[in-house]
């Protein structure tokens, strides 16, 4: 089975000229995971995730601290948020490297891919490079799952 028929088809993308406050509204008006980065020929050339934003609005102490458990409230820290000047960058200030695969991609060599690499979405993409979908780890997991009932 191949990853086109979980995919989602539908996909929302912007240009690295975008802004990140652009890409966080896209975030919360289409309630996705992650956002593909493409060119003017609409080919992935990165990807940010819900997490690269929330990262901007994370307090600083929290990469020093091994366990957050014992922080009940992080208090005033709640109601901040990234400086304008953050929120005015490119896109491409914040993408990361896109892993993606091809809509012929088998579901374990997908769901392996994703697995590795720690991601919860991967953009698919045509022959051609161009963006055609995003398959989520769930997508992937209910496919390969669904070929258990046949089994006798």
Known sequence: MKVSICMKRHVVSLPASATILEA???FSKKHIGLLPIVDKDDKPIGVIGIQDLLALEMPDFINF???VD???????????RPPTSTLK???RTLMRPVVSVEE???LLRAYSLMFQQNLHDIPVVSKDGKLAGIASRVD???AILSTWSKVE
């Open 70 to 80: 014992f922080v009940h409230d992080f208090g005033a820290v709640e109601d901040t």
């Open 24 to 26: 966080a509204a896209l």
């Open 104 to 106: 012929d991609c088998g």
């Open 89 to 91: 960058k490119t896109a």
């Open 140 to 142: 992937v997991g209910v």
């Open 65 to 67: 601290v091994a366990d």
